[in-house]
């Protein structure tokens, strides 16, 4: 863990120094960037407006203790995730709350409003699931403290600018998890319904307020484009880093032996960022981010979007909506 702490601090140091030396284009680049917003509006070609949901129930207190496919190396992975989630989405609403001010565009003003209801409701549906955690004796608390101690030194010591950054960055990658979870109905097949349906909806909704941070960022965040480019690279090491360490740390909890574990993590991480793995399948939508022109909402909804929708509508109740949602997948 010290090690993982200092080689993020070196990516850091460096990236400083990088930094530095592009502010002397910045003002070019500043330029660049309106002559290209013509061009850019242009590629924008798949929105959808955020729609805040409430009160939706997943029944998590009965979901099993290892609830992908009885696999704790994958239900550690995922729970690991999703711990991230509460304090994490707190962190994006307080990045982009710091530029609401100087927002003068209506419409913009309105997907944010929108984009801070839905994330706190995120939160308050993973801190159900971090409850879950909890009670099978996970050490949740330890997590989220080192969880709020970092956030709290990003928005406290870091710019405004590095923060949207990050946060613009980090819906990016989860809208593209989202994607990649849901478009082949093999990846979440041995998923528990419950957890499954929780997924589905976090997704839908990131795909819905996937560029709100984005145009934020870009409209009146004043950020040096090697600040953006850098913020995704940092954001998917943190992301894969402790969501690996933090799946050791409950295996451990689990009553598994390190053996056990290192086994585990050999067999199992392979189906997550392995050649064929899930992740690496958003390898593509993944490196449009570094390009000059890119806007997240050049990349497609996914293509159920709609029967979950339908399906909420219909019945009222997210898990069916998640099934329904699932089931459409190729």
């Not at 680049?29 to 309106?34: G, M, P, Q, Y």
């Not at 029944?59 to 509460?86: H, Y």
Request: net charge positive.
């Amino acid at each position: 863990m010290t090690l993982f702490i200092f080689i993020c601090r070196k990516m850091y140091k460096k990236w400083q120094v990088l930094s530095k030396q592009s502010d002397q284009c910045h003002t070019y680049l500043n330029d660049l960037k309106r002559m290209n917003e013509n061009k850019m509006n242009a590629l924008v070609k798949y929105q959808v407006d955020p729609v805040v949901r409430t009160n939706l129930n997943f029944k998590l207190s009965e979901i099993p203790r290892f609830w992908f496919g009885g696999d704790p190396f994958k239900t550690r992975m995922f729970d690991a995730l999703s711990l991230t989630f509460p304090d994490g989405e707190r962190y994006f609403i307080e990045s982009v709350r710091l530029f609401r001010d100087k927002i003068k565009d209506p419409e913009l003003q309105k997907r944010v409003a929108d984009f801070i209801r839905q994330e706190a409701q995120h939160g308050i549906a993973h801190d159900k699931m971090n409850q879950v955690m909890k009670d099978q004796g996970m050490p949740v608390d330890q997590f989220i403290k080192v969880l709020n101690k970092i956030f709290k030194f990003e928005l406290t010591r870091r710019s405004p600018q590095y923060n949207i950054a990050m946060t613009a960055a980090a819906e990016h990658l989860t809208a593209l998890m989202a994607d990649t979870f849901y478009s082949q109905k093999a990846t979440l097949e041995d998923a528990h319904p419950y957890v499954r349906a929780l997924l589905a909806w976090h997704a839908i909704e990131e795909m819905e307020h996937r560029d709100v941070a984005f145009d934020v960022m870009k409209q009146v965040g004043d950020v040096p484009e090697l600040t953006r480019q850098f913020a995704l690279a940092f954001t998917t090491f943190m992301m894969l880093g402790f969501t690996t360490y933090r799946a050791n740390i409950m295996l451990k909890y689990d009553g598994f032996s390190r053996l056990d574990r290192f086994k585990m993590t050999v067999k199992g991480l392979p189906w997550f960022i392995g050649r064929n793995g899930m992740l690496t399948r958003m390898k593509g939508p993944y490196l449009d981010w570094f390009k000059k022109d890119f806007h997240p909402s050049q990349h497609p909804v996914i293509a159920q979007y709609d029967v979950w929708v339908k399906t909420l509508a219909e019945t009222n109740d997210p898990i069916q909506a998640g099934e329904a949602f699932w089931q459409a997948a190729r």
